[in-house]
């Protein structure tokens, strides 16, 4: 069935680090892929998507390039902030099973001044 | 518009009791999904609604049960609850069949059984 494997955290930066998550998927045909956010006490939020192979999803300085070649979907942000702490879902959309989602365990990153 | 709403936010219960969530999904949205979030286990697929119909289903006991009205509202009934069923349980919608839609999630109801 399809997966998502994404790295292990706590990732702890200092502000203004570069930030790379790894996310890799394991799917048939061509799945649409998704990072979301989780802030403390709350629900997952949409960060970006991409729905085919090269596109890049962007948003709030974050990027993601669907690379079908490697089944990734990286993210990564070149300058993070404070409040970028929180929990990182990458997840992907299958094209089979009624469009199911399926999530990573999840990475959660933590910046500090 | 407005988002996903879910009520309650909180809920105690003890254990055999039983407890229904409700969501409330983005208006126009058709597909209701649920989940389960804990620390130890992340974030679980319960089941998934689509105009009235279960269509998808994680790996949990009958005691979890799930229902859609006409109006997309959904709610998830937990019976004989047990204190491994604390958790926040997330409700998301999204637009329709496609592959492209994006789930927007709730800000969840956190559950505590004692």
């Known amino acids: 069935g399809d997966s998502v494997t994404q790295m292990e955290g706590p990732v702890t930066l200092s502000e203004e680090a570069f930030l790379t998550i790894n996310c890799t998927y394991t799917a048939t045909g061509y799945p649409s892929l998704f990072w979301y956010v989780q802030y403390p006490g709350e629900g997952l939020q949409l960060l970006l998507k991409a729905t085919k192979a090269d596109d890049k999803g962007s948003n709030k300085g974050f990027e993601a390039t669907y690379r079908k070649e490697t089944t990734s979907f990286h993210l990564e942000k070149g300058s993070v902030q404070v409040s970028d702490s929180a929990v990182y879902f990458c997840a992907l959309r299958s094209t089979d099973s009624w469009g199911k989602f399926q999530f990573g365990a999840g990475t959660q990153v933590v910046v500090t001044p | 518009k407005a988002g996903v709403t879910q009520t309650p936010r909180y809920l105690i219960k003890t254990r055999g009791q039983q407890v229904t969530l409700s969501c409330s999904p983005i208006?126009?949205?058709?597909?209701v999904s649920w989940y389960q979030q804990t620390p130890g286990q992340g974030l679980q697929f319960l089941f998934e609604?689509?105009?009235?119909?279960?269509?998808n289903k994680g790996n949990f006991p009958g005691r979890f049960s799930g229902r859609q009205f006409s109006n997309s509202r959904s709610e998830m009934n937990v019976s004989t609850l047990e204190l491994g069923d604390s958790a926040l349980y997330l409700c998301?919608?999204?637009?329709?069949?496609?592959?492209?839609?994006?789930?927007?999630f709730g800000p969840g109801t956190r559950l505590l059984v004692l």
């Open positions: 609604y689509f105009s009235e119909t279960q269509r």
């Open positions: 208006s126009g949205h058709r597909s």
């Open positions: 998301a919608s999204s637009l329709a069949d496609s592959r492209q839609e994006t789930q927007y």
